[in-house]
């Protein structure tokens, strides 16, 4: 039975609005937060970028896709860019990644490779991205690349391991080979056998999915 506020003594009257603003405070402030989206951007080139595939195929939408089917309010952006290379990511990297983004997803080094400039460059540029995505607080996943075999011995032993070097400088999470179970597959790819198809971006998808999923996770204070 509900009592009217007439009825009710002058000071508990007089108390009705701080005891409504704690009330919202312990009900809203909790579900707000919770509510965050965590951003994340996939800084890269065309692996990352989704090359001659439909939007909804691309990298960071399937991505982003696997995170929510995990109970994850996230909002992947897509920042590939077709034949960048690591230098060139660097170059745009304050208009690429906004101010409120939690994580990055730097995926740089595969033009590199492609077009045989000295490791040492593309190590300059990566180490760089990832001092100031660092100095800005942001929160980054490292995805490696390995340089085509053909490109002799010591030219894939220099670029190769420049990703780990970097990812333990910088204290960042590092998925060793972003083209994990895809690179080589003519199913996987498309007829330039660079490229993932559909099938091949699911598969990188899953393979980096864990770690993202710790670096959602952890931004989100869980």
Do not use: C
């Amino acid at each position: 039975m509900s009592v009217p506020l007439s009825g009710l003594p002058v000071y508990a009257r007089r108390r009705l609005p701080v005891l409504a603003l704690l009330l919202a405070a312990l009900l809203v402030l909790p579900g707000a937060a919770a509510a965050r989206t965590i951003r994340i951007v996939a800084l890269g080139d065309s692996l990352s970028a989704g090359y001659q595939l439909p939007a909804q195929d691309a990298f960071p939408a399937v991505l982003e896709a696997m995170l929510k089917a995990r109970g994850l309010d996230v909002a992947v952006e897509n920042a590939g860019v077709s034949g960048d290379t690591a230098s060139a990511g660097a170059d745009r990297l304050d208009w690429s990644v906004p101010d409120g983004t939690d994580l990055v997803i730097v995926e740089l080094g595969a033009n590199d490779a492609l077009r045989g400039i000295d490791p040492r460059i593309t190590e300059a540029a990566l180490d760089s991205i990832l001092a100031r995505l660092r100095a800005r607080g942001i929160a980054v996943l490292l995805a490696g690349m390995h340089a085509p075999r053909n490109n002799g011995d010591a030219y894939v032993a220099a670029f190769d391991s420049l990703y780990p070097r970097l990812a333990a400088k910088h204290g960042v999470a590092l998925y060793p080979f972003f083209l994990a179970g895809v690179a080589g597959d003519p199913a996987l790819n498309l007829a330039d056998r660079i490229h993932p198809n559909p099938k091949g971006v699911r598969i990188i998808a899953e393979g980096i999915l864990p770690q993202v999923e710790t670096l959602v996770r952890a931004a989100r204070g869980h």
